[in-house]
């Protein structure tokens, strides 16, 4: 949809280095940087106010993250659930659980869930 198009255009305009390796297609969006792990990144779009929608769209970018990871043969990512909005507390703590990042975009900005990376490993603007 537009609105997916439009987050992922965001991401790759805002977030990520200029100096990245990115593809799309096959992904949402996988990053490559020397000296960062790869990252994968699934966009969702999810209906304001449907709880029900939420849940959907993060259990979808829960399972497609973490089949990326096992085509790459399990190699260390940094698997990465980015929302057009915020998502409910528990659905960060869920995937913050099972080793995914969750952010979603604020104005012109992306907002992180507590689980972000304090250093610099992941190379993000």
Known sequence: TDRHEDLVDFVIENC???????????YDLMVRKSGIELQFWEMKTIQEGD???????????????????????????YQIACFERSISEGMQKLLAGLDIHS???????????????????????
């Open 16 to 26: 990520l280095p200029e100096d990245a390796d990115w593809k799309e297609g096959e």
């Open 51 to 77: 709880s029900a929608d939420e849940k959907r769209q993060v259990l979808k970018a829960l399972s497609q993250l973490k089949y990326y990871t096992f085509k790459n043969g399990g190699t260390k990512s």
């Open 103 to 125: 952010c979603w975009r604020s104005g012109d900005s992306l907002i992180f869930s507590e689980t972000k990376p304090e250093d610099d490993s992941w190379g993000l603007k």
